[in-house]
C-alpha cells in the first residue's frame, strides 16, 4: 500500500462531508422503504408444493392436467377422529354429525365422509380447501372445530397435504423474527470481541442491516412482477447469506482503513485508500458468490431456480452496502469509530518493513503459523490434505435421498400424528393418492393394470365435481370425467405416500401402465417426491462443474495465473468434501437424522466453495500485492500474517450466522446450517491458514505461472529467489526466523 504523509493536503469539503453525507441519506432512504416490506414478503412468497416441484418432471405434468379436473384450486385436508376401542353406534353418529358442521365452515364444500376404518376404531374425512385462501388459518380453525365437536374421549387430528402445509409454514414462522434477531445478535457479539469497540460493531451491523433491507426490496420488487417465486426456504437463506456476506465484506474493508489511520492523518485520504485496496478482492468475491448462485438457474427443480437470483441479489446488495455505506460511515467518523482503541499513526520509518523472511512485524498467533508454514511447508500441506480426505471418507455414508414428509418438520406436528394415525387405521396412502392421466380410450385397460399391480389398494375412475365412478349404483356417476381426451384415476397406496415403498411402487406403476398407454402420466404427492430426488441428483451432476469453471476463470482473472487457481479450486472442493464427511457422520449418528433432503448436497456445495473461495480471494490477492513488492514467499507469509486475524473473524462470523438457521425447526435448513457452519470454519482454521500457504509457500514463484509474476526474469521473482538464498545461506538466522 502507498504511503501518505500527514501532511498531505486536506481534501475538499464536498468529498469530505458531502458525498458521505449523500450515501448515508440514501442508505436511510432505502431503509426506510425496505425495513417495511420485511413484513410483506408473505404477500408474495408461497410454502405450497409447486413452488418446489420440479420443472420438467413427469409428476408437473401430471399436476398440469390434474388442475383441468378441478372446478376450483383446492388441497385436500385429512382429518382424523381416532379412539383406543371400537366406535359405539352412538359415537359413529356423532362423529357423523362433524359432516355438516365440516361444509358449513368451509362455506358449503363438499366433505367426503365420514370413512369408517376396518377395525372401527378411526373415522375420516377429506375436506377441500380452497389454496387461494390463507391454509394455515383455515386448518387451525378446523382442528378448533373437530377437537371441541369429536366425541368426548377422541383423538383428532388434521392432517393430510393442507394439514402438512398448515404446519410447515409454522415451523417457517419464526424467519420473520426469531431467525434475525439470533443472527444479528451472534454477529455482534463476535465483533465486540473482535474489535474491543463499541461504535464499531454497531456501524458494521447498520451496514449489514440496510443491506438486507435493500435485498428485501428488491426480491419483493422481483416477486411482485412474477419475475421470481419466492418460498419460506429461500427467505430464510437470503436474510442469513446477506448478513454473513455483507459483515465479511466490511471486517476486510475496516481492516485496510485501519491500516491505512496508521499512514495518514486524514479520514477521508484514509477511507479512500481502503476503498481502493478492498474494493478489487471485494467485487471479486461479489461477483464469484453472485453467478456461483447464478448457476442454480440450470436446475430443473423450482426451489433452486427460486434460490439462485434470490441469494445472488442479496450478495449484490451486500457489495453495495459494503463499498458505498461503510467507507461513508468510516470518512465521516475515521479513528473515533475505533474508540476507546483508536489506530495510532505510525512512523516512516515503520509504514513499510523491509521484508527478507515475511515474518517481520508479525508476533503472536500468525506470526507461529507463518513460521510453521516457513520451516515445514511439505510436511503442513500434505499433512492437511490426508486430515481432509480422512474426513470426507465419511461422504460415502451421506444419505441424501430424501427424506418423508412427516420427518421433515423437527418440533411436534398435528399432521404428522395424523398420518401415522392414518397408517394405523387406514390404507397409509388414505388422503394422498398417485394421480394417474390416461387417454379415454384405454381407461378402463389402465384402471384394470392399476388395481392389479402390487402396492395400491384401490383405485377409481373420477367423475366431474370428483366423485368415483361406479357403475350400477343408483345415483352414483356412471361416466367419468374427460377433459382435452383424458380421464383421471385416483390409486389409494398401501404404503405411506412418503415412504420409500410407495415410491417403489409409483415407479413400477409407471413402467407397467406405459407398456397399456405411451402416453400416460403418474403423478400426485409420492410421484413428485420421486421425481424431486431424481432431479435434485441430476442437478447436482449438471450444476457443479459449471459452478467450479466460473469460479476458476474469476481467479484467473483476478490473479493473472493459471496454476494458483486452479489449486484454489481443488482445496475448496476437498475443504466441502471432507466438510460433507463429518456432516453425514454427525447426521447419522449423532442427530440421528433418517436422511437429507436430496438438494442438500447441492446446497452445501455452492455455498461452500463459493464462500470458501471468498477467504481464499482475500488472502491470495493481498499475496499478490506483496509478492510484487517482496518476492512469492516473503509475500505469502505477510500476506498471511496481515489478513490472518482478519479472515479468521469473518469466518467466524459466517459460520455464526449459518448456525443461526438451526433455529428454524425444519430438517433440510438444520442440515444446510451445520454443513456450511462447520465448512467455513473448517476452511478458514485448516485450508486457508495452514493449506494453501503452505502449498504455495512450497511451489514458490511458479504459483504465478503463466503470469509474469512467476517468470525467472521478472523483478518480484528475483527478489524471491534473492532472499531466499540468503535466509538458506544463514542457517541460525533461518531457524529464529521461520524460514527453511
Avoid at 266 to 273: C, E, G, P, V
Wanted: charged fraction near 15%; aromatic fraction near 6%; include cysteine.
Amino acid at each position: 500500500m502507498k504511503t501518505t504523509s500527514p501532511a498531505t493536503t486536506r481534501a475538499p469539503l464536498w468529498l469530505r462531508w458531502l458525498v458521505p453525507a449523500v450515501l448515508v441519506l440514501a442508505w436511510l432512504a432505502i431503509a426506510g422503504i425496505g425495513g417495511p416490506t420485511f413484513g410483506r414478503l408473505s404477500e408474495v412468497s408461497s410454502n405450497d408444493q409447486a413452488s418446489f416441484l420440479p420443472a420438467g418432471a413427469e409428476a408437473t405434468e401430471a399436476a398440469d392436467w390434474q388442475a383441468k379436473f378441478r372446478d376450483s384450486t383446492e388441497i385436500p385436508a385429512v382429518i382424523v377422529v381416532e379412539s383406543d376401542s371400537a366406535f359405539t353406534p352412538a359415537q359413529l353418529r356423532e362423529a357423523a354429525a362433524l359432516k355438516g358442521t365440516l361444509e358449513a365452515l368451509q362455506a358449503g364444500s363438499t366433505v367426503i365422509g365420514p370413512i369408517p376404518s376396518e377395525d372401527a376404531k378411526a373415522v375420516q374425512f377429506v375436506v377441500p380447501i380452497d389454496s387461494s385462501a390463507e391454509v394455515k388459518t383455515v386448518v387451525k380453525e378446523l382442528r378448533n372445530e373437530v377437537q371441541a365437536s369429536a366425541p368426548a374421549g377422541m383423538r383428532t387430528f388434521v392432517t393430510g397435504p393442507a394439514g402438512l402445509t398448515a404446519d410447515l409454514v409454522s415451523a417457517f414462522a419464526g424467519i420473520d423474527g426469531i431467525l434475525l434477531l439470533v443472527a444479528l445478535g451472534a454477529v455482534f457479539l463476535i465483533l465486540l470481541i473482535v474489535y474491543r469497540s463499541l461504535l464499531l460493531p454497531v456501524m458494521v451491523l447498520f451496514t449489514s442491516v440496510f443491506a438486507l433491507c435493500a435485498a428485501i426490496l428488491l426480491v419483493f420488487g422481483m416477486a411482485k412482477a412474477g419475475w421470481i417465486q419466492l418460498n419460506g426456504q429461500s427467505q430464510g437463506i437470503l436474510s442469513i447469506l446477506v448478513i454473513g456476506a455483507a459483515t465479511d465484506y466490511a471486517l476486510l474493508y475496516v481492516a485496510r482503513f485501519r491500516e491505512a489511520l496508521t499512514h495518514t492523518t486524514d479520514r477521508t485520504a484514509a477511507a479512500l485508500t481502503a476503498w481502493k485496496a478492498a474494493w478489487e478482492p471485494i467485487l471479486a468475491s461479489g461477483a464469484t458468490v453472485i453467478i456461483a448462485l447464478l448457476c442454480l438457474l440450470f436446475s430443473d427443480l423450482n426451489s433452486n431456480k427460486a434460490l439462485g437470483p434470490v441469494a445472488a441479489a442479496g450478495i449484490l446488495c451486500a457489495l453495495f452496502a459494503a463499498l458505498t455505506l461503510l467507507p461513508a460511515l468510516m470518512a465521516l467518523l475515521g479513528r473515533a469509530a475505533f474508540w476507546p482503541f483508536r489506530p495510532k499513526l505510525l512512523q516512516e520509518t515503520q509504514r513499510e518493513p523491509e521484508l527478507v523472511t515475511g515474518l517481520e512485524g508479525q508476533n503472536g498467533l500468525w506470526r507461529a503459523t507463518g513460521s510453521l508454514v516457513a520451516r515445514r511447508p511439505r510436511t503442513v500441506w500434505v499433512a492437511s490434505v490426508l486430515l481432509l480426505l480422512v474426513a470426507g471418507a465419511g461422504l460415502l455414508q451421506l444419505k441424501a435421498n430424501g427424506v418423508a414428509q412427516t420427518d421433515v418438520i423437527l418440533t411436534a406436528s398435528n399432521a404428522v400424528d395424523g398420518q401415522e394415525a392414518l397408517g394405523r387405521h387406514f390404507d397409509a396412502g388414505s388422503g394422498s393418492p398417485a394421480v394417474i392421466v390416461a387417454d379415454e380410450a384405454k381407461a378402463q385397460n389402465v384402471l384394470a393394470k392399476v388395481k392389479a399391480s402390487d402396492g395400491v389398494g384401490d383405485a377409481y375412475l373420477l367423475a366431474d365435481g370428483g366423485a368415483p365412478v361406479i357403475t350400477g349404483a343408483p345415483g352414483v356417476p356412471a361416466a367419468p370425467a374427460v377433459r382435452d381426451g383424458k380421464v383421471l384415476i385416483n390409486a389409494t397406496l398401501d404404503h405411506a405416500a412418503d415412504s420409500t415403498d410407495a415410491e417403489n411402487a409409483v415407479l413400477s406403476l409407471r413402467q407397467e401402465l406405459k407398456k397399456i398407454d405411451g402416453g400416460v402420466l403418474v403423478g400426485g404427492v409420492t410421484a413428485t417426491a420421486l421425481d424431486t430426488n431424481t432431479t435434485a441428483q441430476r442437478d447436482l451432476v449438471t450444476i457443479i462443474p459449471v459452478v467450479l469453471g466460473v469460479i476458476l476463470v474469476i481467479l484467473m482473472l483476478l490473479l493473472r495465473s493459471v496454476l494458483a487457481p486452479v489449486l484454489l479450486v481443488a482445496s475448496v472442493v476437498l475443504s466441502y468434501a471432507a466438510a460433507m464427511g463429518v456432516s453425514a457422520f454427525v447426521f447419522n449418528n449423532v442427530f440421528g437424522f433418517p436422511g437429507a433432503d436430496a438438494t442438500v448436497p447441492l446446497f452445501g456445495f455452492v455455498f461452500l466453495v463459493a464462500l470458501g473461495v471468498d477467504y481464499n480471494i482475500f488472502l491470495m490477492s493481498r499475496v499478490r500485492e506483496e509478492s510484487l513488492k517482496h518476492g512469492t514467499r516473503a509475500g505469502i507469509l505477510r500476506g498471511l500474517g496481515v489478513t490472518g486475524g482478519v479472515i479468521t473473524s469473518a469466518g467466524v462470523v459466517l459460520a455464526a450466522t449459518f448456525a443461526a438457521l438451526g433455529v428454524i425447526p425444519i430438517m433440510f435448513l438444520v442440515q444446510l446450517a451445520f454443513i456450511v457452519a462447520f465448512g467455513v470454519l473448517l476452511d478458514t482454521v485448516l485450508v486457508r491458514s495452514l493449506l494453501v500457504p503452505a502449498l504455495a509457500y512450497d511451489i514458490g514463484p511458479r504459483l504465478w505461472w503463466p503470469g509474469k509474476l512467476g517468470r525467472p526474469g521478472s523483478g518480484a521473482a528475483a527478489r524471491d529467489g534473492a532472499r531466499y538464498s540468503l535466509s538458506a545461506a544463514n542457517p541460525a538466522e533461518n531457524e529464529e526466523a521461520g524460514v527453511r
